[in-house]
């Protein structure tokens, strides 16, 4: 479902990303691992329209046919169906989850500040569809709180809820347990699994090894901006490759 064929980013002398080259398989959870620094969150960015590679190609089939994003738009890319969580929670915190949620549903601008402040007319199908994902993560109960007065875990969740309500294709997932609780993280784990028995199609980026194998069908370990290995989670983890450069030893 996405192809990424020798692509380059480089900031001043640093190659972030050098000749980086992988596939993403459909209906598939893939993480993308590696020590900080490796490229793993450029990778991310590049793919979704906010950094501008030096070279390289970025494919992208959201049907039948083969989409070239490489210099394309974030609204471009987000609108073929590439939706993505970032590391940092980015929810709206003097609106309540269902308003944070609600936004979920439009890309442009315009549609973006109408929902924002309420031109926009929430639909039956848009009501049904918040309380099923909110019943799906267990918050149903906080449709009406503000952002700002969720624990950071419950934000975590909101934020998850977020990329999946928006109408995808691809799901792009940076660190969705960081500094999470182990009961959180497995409730997270749940999510995703059932996301993919739904044939859903995920590329995570994760520090938490035992949560990445776990998950994973397939692993990609970068490097210095270029993939070192790739296999499934068995074979990364006893990978000497992986284990010098990812565990340290």
Known sequence: ????????????GVRAVDD?????EEGKITALIGP??????????LVSGILRPDSGKILF??????????????????????????QQ?????????????????DNNDTKFFKNLFGFNKITKEKE???????KFVNMERFENSLAKNLSYGQRK??????????????????????GVNPLLREKITEILLLLKEKGETILLIEHDMNFTLKISDWVIVMEKGNVIAEGTPKEIKNNPKVLEAYLGE
Not at 1 to 12: D, H, P, R, S, V
Not at 36 to 45: L, W
Not at 128 to 134: F, Q, R
């Open 157 to 178: 969740l909101i934020e998850l809820s977020r990329a999946i309500l928006k109408p995808h294709k691809f799901l792009m997932l940076d660190e969705p347990v960081a």
């Open 89 to 105: 929670i980015q929810l709206f915190n003097n609106l309540t989850v269902k308003e944070n949620l609600l936004l979920a549903f």
């Open 61 to 86: 089939k959201p049907e039948k046919e083969w989409i070239d994003i490489t210099h394309k738009s974030i609204e471009f890319i987000s609108n073929l169906g590439i939706s993505r969580l970032f």
């Open 36 to 45: 900080n620094g490796s490229g793993k969150t450029t990778v991310f960015n």
């Open 1 to 12: 479902m996405l192809k990424i064929k020798n692509l380059k980013k480089y900031f001043g």
């Open 20 to 24: 980086c080259s992988f596939e993403v």
């Open 128 to 134: 049904e569809k918040i309380k099923e994902i909110l």
